[in-house]
Structure formats: structure tokens, C-alpha cells
């Protein structure tokens, strides 16, 4: 079992459409949960991050944490084609691990 | 304010040479982490520090190596280079260890030939 894991993709949306990204971690010990935005050729960007169970906002983002199921989700609400991208899910224990990321088309 | 910093961006290496990489944190930034990015094995962590001091290890072969300096400034090596090295390394930089900003420089692209 990957540490971390996320659907590769790619996941097609409209654009103005609400896109729903999962990840889930098999480390019960993980304290803080990433989200990263990784453009092709470029590095991966914070997008956000959050430590608590529930649902943390921030614009059109909405990053939710559920540590019972080891579950955290990005919602990316009105979807815009520059929102096309890699989205990385990340989780710190002791370290930084990723998933394999999820590949976003937007269309428009 | 300044980003993370990353020289050299991009480098060729022969087979069996060294290569040495250089990463500046943000300013008030103490700890600095490594990685590897392949299109194969994703982001992989290579090993990170805090004040001078390697803090944790991924699980990489001896001749990956790092340092950080009393400036928070870091770099790493790669010696007896192979043709699977080539990758962007990525170094990131936050405040303290197991803090929720975890920033990422440009990265350096590595091609061995």
C-alpha cells in the first residue's frame, strides 16, 4: 500500500464546475495535510494546507480533513481553464510525502 | 520577499561525475528539505535539515549527500552520477521543522548522459 494515494487522472471538467480532488494516507500519525498546485515544467505551488478535521476555505478552494477515515479532499469551486494542472496531495508525519498527484482539465 | 532560490536551474553531467546543488531558504526560513522528482517514482524525499543538522533520510543511496551551513543556506551532492539520477531536484524551506508552510524553489533540472 502507497503511503499516499491519489486517483492519477485526468479528471475533465467544465468550466464553472466544481472539481472534487481525494487523496487518503495510510499514516494514522500524520499531523499537517498539503495540497500543491504543479504546473508542467514547473514546481509545485502551496495551495493550502490544513491540520484540523473539518473544512478549511481560502477563495475558491475548500480543502477537507477526515483523520477517522484518513481521508482529505480539495473542492475547486468555478473552475477556470488556468486551473489545469497536477494537484499534488502531500502529508507530513516526519517528512513531506506525495502522492502521485491527480491530473485537472478544465474545459472551457 | 524572496522565494526559495535553486542555482544551477539546469545541468548536463557525464556518467560518473559529481554534481553539487544549491538551495537558499527563505529568509528566516531554518529548515530545508530535498527531493527528487522522475516521472516514474513522482516526488521522493531525499533528507532534510535544521540548524546544520540532517533531520531525517529518504531512502537513497549513499551517494546522495547534503549539508546546510549556519545560514540556513543548503546544497547537496550527487556523486558517481548514473543515467537514472537525471530529475528535477526541488528544495523547499519553512520556518521550523513540522511547520504548515512548506515552500518550493524552482527547482534544479539534472540530465545525465
Known amino acids: 500500500q502507497k503511503e499516499v494515494e491519489q486517483n492519477s487522472g485526468p479528471l475533465s471538467v467544465p468550466e464553472g464546475a466544481i472539481a472534487s480532488l481525494n487523496c487518503t494516507y495510510s499514516?494514522?500519525?500524520?499531523?499537517?495535510f498539503f495540497w500543491y498546485r504543479q504546473y508542467s515544467g514547473k514546481s509545485p505551488e502551496l495551495i493550502m494546507f490544513i491540520y484540523s478535521n473539518g473544512d478549511k476555505e481560502d477563495g475558491r478552494f475548500t480543502a477537507q480533513l477526515n483523520k477517522a477515515s484518513q481521508y482529505v479532499s480539495l473542492l475547486i469551486r468555478d473552475s477556470q481553464p488556468s486551473d489545469s494542472a497536477t494537484y499534488l496531495c502531500a502529508v507530513y508525519g516526519n517528512k513531506l510525502v506525495f502522492g502521485a498527484g491527480t491530473i485537472l482539465r478544465v474545459k472551457s | 520577499k524572496a522565494g526559495v532560490t535553486q542555482t544551477p536551474r539546469y545541468l548536463i553531467k557525464t556518467r560518473g561525475q559529481q554534481v553539487t546543488l544549491s538551495c537558499s531558504p527563505i529568509?528566516?526560513?531554518?529548515?530545508v528539505s530535498w527531493y527528487q522528482q522522475t516521472p516514474g517514482q513522482g516526488l521522493q524525499f531525499l533528507f532534510e535539515?535544521?540548524?546544520?543538522?540532517?533531520?531525517n533520510k529518504g531512502n537513497f543511496p549513499g551517494r546522495f549527500s547534503g549539508r546546510q551551513f549556519s545560514n540556513s543556506r543548503s546544497e547537496m551532492n550527487v556523486s558517481t552520477l548514473e543515467l537514472g539520477d537525471s530529475a528535477l531536484y526541488l528544495c523547499?524551506?519553512?520556518?521550523?521543522?513540522?511547520?504548515?508552510?512548506?515552500?518550493f524553489g524552482e527547482g534544479s533540472w539534472l540530465t545525465v548522459v
Open positions: 535539515y535544521f540548524s546544520e543538522t540532517q533531520r
Open positions: 499514516d494514522r500519525g500524520s499531523q499537517s
Open positions: 523547499a524551506s519553512s520556518p521550523s521543522r513540522g511547520e504548515n508552510t512548506i515552500y
Open positions: 529568509s528566516g526560513h531554518r529548515s
